[in-house]
């Protein structure tokens, strides 16, 4: 007989998207450490969920074109190990630039900037790297600003083009644009300069 908290994590796993990534954090509202590990384990054991690395699990993804299931995405496997220890993230170096769009050359390590300390996670081919940035680098910003950031850090001054700002204008929404026109305000000149670029009409609303 399935008890009350095995029936609450297995429905919330139920109704999330295949190839989502859970962490025992994940269902904290739900039962303590113990009863979820014994749960989690329970469900990789039906093949319910995949484990991915220790403390951490995949809803598996099955490609019906492929005739297979697909490989755990880095990033959201990076996003749950961030939600887990309380980590603020963005991906740096090229796992930034991939991201947005702005390279699509396949990297061997997924690199990621943190206010936690220098980690490196693998599994199958995957690595993840983890390294500890001043929080002064990262806390308080969204996402995305990090983010564009990072990416701009990483094609260095000379190398950002108007082809560079037009395609993270088109990527980014209002809501990015105006967050990083306040948030970038203290980075360095030529960044902010072309964040503004990247902003562009956001500046006269």
């Known amino acids: ?5 095995s029936r609450k994590i ?11 990534i859970f962490v025992n954090s994940d269902f904290a509202d739900i039962a303590d450490t113990e009863t979820i590990r014994r749960n989690l384990n329970r469900l990789v054991q039906s093949g319910t969920l995949r484990r991915i690395l220790k403390g951490v699990y995949e809803k598996p993804e099955y490609s019906e074109m492929l005739k297979e299931y697909v490989a755990a995405d880095p990033d959201a496997v990076a996003k749950a190990l961030a939600r887990s220890y309380h980590w603020t993230i963005a991906p740096c170096g090229s796992t930034a630039l991939n991201l947005l769009g702005l390279s699509t050359q396949v990297t061997a390590v997924w690199s990621y900037i943190s206010d936690g300390p220098y980690k490196t996670y693998e599994w199958n081919s995957i690595k993840l790297e983890f390294k500890h940035r001043t929080n002064k680098e990262i806390t308080g910003l969204s996402y995305m600003t990090i983010l564009v950031i990072q990416a701009l850090k990483t094609l260095g001054k000379t190398n950002v083009t108007s082809r560079t700002v037009q395609m993270l204008k ?5 809501g990015d644009k ?7 305000a203290q980075s360095t000149d030529w960044v902010y300069n072309i964040i503004r670029q990247i902003a562009g009409e956001m500046q006269g609303k």
């Open 178 to 184: 105006a967050a990083m026109l306040k948030e970038a």
């Open 10 to 20: 297995q429905e919330r796993i139920r109704t999330a998207a295949e190839g989502s």
């Open 1 to 5: 007989m399935i008890n009350g908290y």
């Open 170 to 174: 088109a990527r980014l929404d209002d």
